[in-house]
């Protein structure tokens, strides 16, 4: 049985995102059988009042998993009650746009033509328009958001139980392709969730997924102790 040490050399203090990642793990392993009842909660509890990250990978270092990514931000599940299956992908025109406006600008400026500070400032020129993208560009691979994730967790979450879930956990985006699967972990009123993320199909930039939330079965009692 793993305990908190330093084993890991990463001496970061740990926040609540980090403590629930490791525990959205430890779930994983123990709906896959990696852990039984006893080492799952034993480990969670261990997640919950770890101090380090280091520490945390203590926790996950002997099973499948891959490693969290820490610096992942924390989303915070809505209160929402939409059932949205069909999700945008992230989409690039309007950055590429921004950009190539900034670029103008900066050229502007540097170009020697400052203006007078009792000048009237001339209205800005129409937006410069975006160069067309290549079809094969990885940037332009749809995906669904980690913050639509939660969105749509949350709001099927709230569809299920009549109110919105206290907190919703994923890993990270997912792919949009067919076939692609996500496990988030959901916390509420002291029990937890899984959700199950698939994408079921993509057609251009929309991405169609369904999600499937459990909860996650209590531990058994341990056995009383012999005198």
Same mark, same amino acid.
């Given at each position: 049985?793993?305990?908190p040490g330093s084993?890991?050399?990463?001496?970061?203090?740990?926040?609540?995102?980090?403590?629930?990642?490791?525990?959205?793990? $430890?779930?994983?392993?123990?709906?896959?059988?990696?852990?039984?009842?006893?080492?799952?909660?034993?480990?969670?509890?261990?997640?919950?009042?770890?101090?380090?990250?280091?520490?945390?990978?203590?926790?996950?270092? +002997?099973?499948?998993?891959?490693? @969290?990514?820490?610096?992942q931000q924390s /989303?915070?599940?809505?209160?929402?009650?939409?059932? !949205?299956?069909?999700?945008?992908?992230?989409?690039?025109?309007?950055?590429?746009?921004?950009?190539?406006?900034?670029?103008?600008?900066? /050229?502007?400026?540097? #170009?020697?033509?400052?203006?007078? @500070?009792?000048?009237?400032?001339?209205?800005?020129?129409? =937006?410069?328009?975006?160069?067309?993208?290549?079809?094969? #560009? &990885?940037?332009?691979? =749809?995906? $669904?958001?980690? *913050? +639509? $994730?939660?969105?749509?967790?949350?709001?099927?979450?709230?569809?299920?139980?009549?109110?919105?879930? &206290? %907190?919703? #956990?994923?890993?990270?985006?997912?792919?949009?392709?067919?076939?692609?699967?996500?496990?988030?972990?959901? *916390? +509420?009123?002291?029990?937890?969730?899984?959700?199950?993320?698939?994408?079921?199909?993509?057609?251009?930039?929309?991405?169609?997924? !369904?999600?499937?939330?459990?909860?996650?079965?209590?531990?058994?009692?341990?056995? =009383? #102790? %012999?005198?």
């Amino acid at each position: 049985m793993i305990q908190p040490g330093s084993r890991y050399g990463d001496s970061t203090r740990a926040n609540d995102l980090d403590r629930a990642d490791v525990c959205a793990i $430890l779930d994983n392993a123990y709906a896959d059988g990696e852990l039984d009842a006893e080492e799952h909660r034993q480990r969670c509890a261990w997640a919950m009042s770890a101090k380090t990250r280091g520490q945390l990978l203590g926790m996950i270092s +002997d099973l499948q998993a891959r490693p @969290p990514v820490f610096s992942q931000q924390s /989303a915070i599940a809505p209160k929402v009650n939409p059932n !949205r299956k069909w999700l945008i992908g992230a989409g690039v025109g309007a950055s590429v746009a921004a950009v190539a406006i900034l670029g103008a600008l900066v /050229a502007t400026w540097h #170009s020697g033509s400052r203006p007078s @500070p009792t000048a009237p400032v001339a209205a800005p020129a129409a =937006p410069v328009a975006a160069p067309p993208q290549s079809p094969s #560009s &990885e940037s332009t691979r =749809p995906f $669904l958001a980690i *913050a +639509d $994730l939660v969105s749509m967790i949350s709001g099927d979450f709230q569809d299920q139980t009549g109110h919105a879930p &206290e %907190r919703v #956990s994923c890993p990270g985006d997912l792919d949009g392709h067919v076939g692609a699967f996500e496990r988030c972990s959901i *916390a +509420d009123n002291g029990k937890r969730y899984t959700a199950d993320v698939t994408v079921t199909a993509v057609n251009g930039g929309q991405v169609s997924s !369904r999600d499937t939330i459990s909860e996650v079965g209590s531990p058994p009692p341990a056995p =009383p #102790s %012999r005198p």
